[in-house]
């Protein structure tokens, strides 16, 4: 996504995203649109309240006017009740879609993606971001069409009481709507960057306690505390400033209700003088002032949660409008012979000055064992990770049975691969799960035993507690660094 897409193109994408909630959001706008109306109805009923009980001590009006505006409240109660539950479906659905479409997306990204984005910058979009994503399209608007309907619905009650009161308050509107500009703007930039800062704090906390070992060993703990404080407090520094933000915007917006209090006490007591207020009238007034000021006090407060949304969702289209790793083979593949041909193969990483690999040429027969030996750091995992298509060779050509990888479709080559790398990894599940890895449905329980019998696994799999063997967690519970590997081997 371009960086100079403007906050009004990114929200207009995120409400394409309401779209599959559209008769949930249709009830919940019925409730907003009562509660504005109960909203209005009470500002009309207080100057009866005063008129008739107060001042002309109309007794017919003694028992009407509590039943009315109980009435009101329990119409405001249900509609508010409606409108919460409601927006709330909307909302935490479509960070459901926007979680499960990134993590879909980053399976389909180009290996060399997972190498300049790290998995801690992965999860924090697939999850604050995404709940800030469902906040800007939905709770944000819930707040802003609740409280833009409140304050229609006093200015309406404001121009019933004195249309000539209400239009010199009215005045104060540009200043108010100029203000929430400059807020929402300042909002946007430091939004972010605390969420870029957060990244990066999960990042370095990620690498501290996976490598925790190494860490001690070498007497890095005041180091990788330095660097994470300075990070913490980074990150510290921003979300003040968001804060300093709010707080400011807040407070002018309470100020210029003042003033538009005193502006209308001034008008007010002109028109009483002048018999065209009443003291009903007035409370009217003062009342439906009252009831516009948190309101717009909240429609500022709402850009923060506006722009953050709109920040994350900065971030999560630029996962979602990256290109899919390619995938243009047409030759189909049920079972390939095994025959791998390196031909003058080269690959340079981004950024690099030289290449990881250049001029590779041999060939990998099917049935024997090829070793790829060397230095570290020499291009052997690289070289490996070109056969499934992890990358893409800068120049020359790799062949599976004598036709180039890029013949074949994706899912058909690397269904012909079985993958143990240095590091492994066991997924939550069983045993069995975890041997019949990527297998619909689950593969038939002999065959999840073959495979551990061939490597070797059987033996300290019927050994294991049947708590630990009906679940291994991601570390593979208390297995052994050796036991883990015979496990990724029978899953291969």
């Known amino acids: 996504m371009s960086d100079t897409a403007s906050p009004w193109a990114i929200y207009r994408r995120l409400r394409g995203l309401a779209t599959p909630y559209r008769g949930v959001l249709l009830v919940a706008l019925l409730g907003l649109a009562l509660e504005g109306a109960a909203a209005g109805a009470f500002g009309l009923l207080t100057k009866p309240m005063v008129d008739e009980t107060f001042v002309a ?18 119409v405001r109660g249900v509609a508010g009740y409606a409108t919460d539950l409601y927006m709330a479906k909307a909302a935490r659905g479509i960070a459901r879609d926007m979680r499960v479409n990134a993590l879909d997306k980053y399976l389909r990204l180009p290996g060399l993606r997972f190498d300049a984005e790290p998995v801690p910058s992965m999860l924090v979009r697939l999850g604050s ?8 399209v939905v709770d944000s608007a819930k707040v802003m069409l609740q409280q833009s309907l ?28 100029w203000m929430m500009d400059k807020v929402g703007r300042r909002y946007r930039r430091f939004g972010h960057r605390v969420q870029e800062t957060s990244a990066q704090m999960m990042l370095a906390a990620d690498q501290a306690l996976s490598n925790q070992q190494e860490v001690k060993v070498y007497g890095a703990r005041a ?15 921003l979300s003040l400033k968001v804060e300093a933000t709010r707080s400011i915007s807040s407070a002018v917006v309470q100020l210029t209700g003042a003033v538009g209090l005193a502006v209308l006490l001034f008008f007010a007591g002109r028109e009483a003088l002048e018999g065209r207020l009443t003291a009903g009238g007035f409370v ?22 506006l722009q953050r949304g709109v920040a ?47 001029g590779v040429s041999f060939t990998a027969r099917p049935g024997t064992v090829t ?42 080559l690397r269904r012909q691969l079985a993958m143990v790398g240095q590091q492994v990894m066991l997924f939550d599940g069983t045993v069995a799960a975890n041997v019949a890895y990527g297998e619909l449905g689950g593969a038939p329980e002999e065959g ?42 029978a899953r291969a």
């Open 57 to 74: 001590r109309n007794q017919d009006y003694g028992l009407l006017l509590p039943l009315a505006i109980i009435g009101i409240f329990v």
């Open 129 to 136: 971001d995404s709940d800030q994503v469902a906040q800007a």
């Open 150 to 177: 409140q304050v229609v619905a006093m200015l309406a009650v404001m121009l019933y009481a004195s249309w000539r009161v209400t239009l010199a308050v009215l005045l104060l509107g540009p200043l108010i709507a």
């Open 223 to 237: 180091a990788e505390l330095e660097r994470y404080a300075e990070l913490a407090n980074h990150n510290l520094r």
């Open 284 to 305: 009217q007034l003062m009342i439906a002032m009252l009831a516009i000021i948190p309101a717009l006090k909240q429609l500022t407060n709402v850009q923060g949660m």
């Open 312 to 358: 994350s969702a900065e971030r999560l289209f630029s996962v979602l409008d990256a290109d899919d790793e390619v995938d243009a083979g047409t030759r189909p593949l049920a079972r390939a012979r095994g025959l791998i041909e390196f031909r003058d193969v080269r690959l340079v990483y981004p950024g690099q000055p030289r290449p990881a690999l250049d």
């Open 371 to 412: 070793a790829i030996v060397g230095r570290s750091g020499g291009g052997k995992s690289t070289l490996v990770k070109l056969i499934p298509r992890f990358y893409e060779p800068d120049g020359g050509q790799v062949l599976l049975d004598g036709y180039p990888l890029a013949d074949y479709p994706l899912a058909d």
């Open 448 to 489: 999840v035993v073959q495979a551990l019998r061939d490597a070797n696994a059987m033996e300290f799999v019927e050994r294991l507690p049947d708590g630990t063997r009906a679940q291994i967690g991601v570390k593979g519970g208390k297995l052994s660094g050796g036991q883990r590997q015979r496990l990724a081997i």
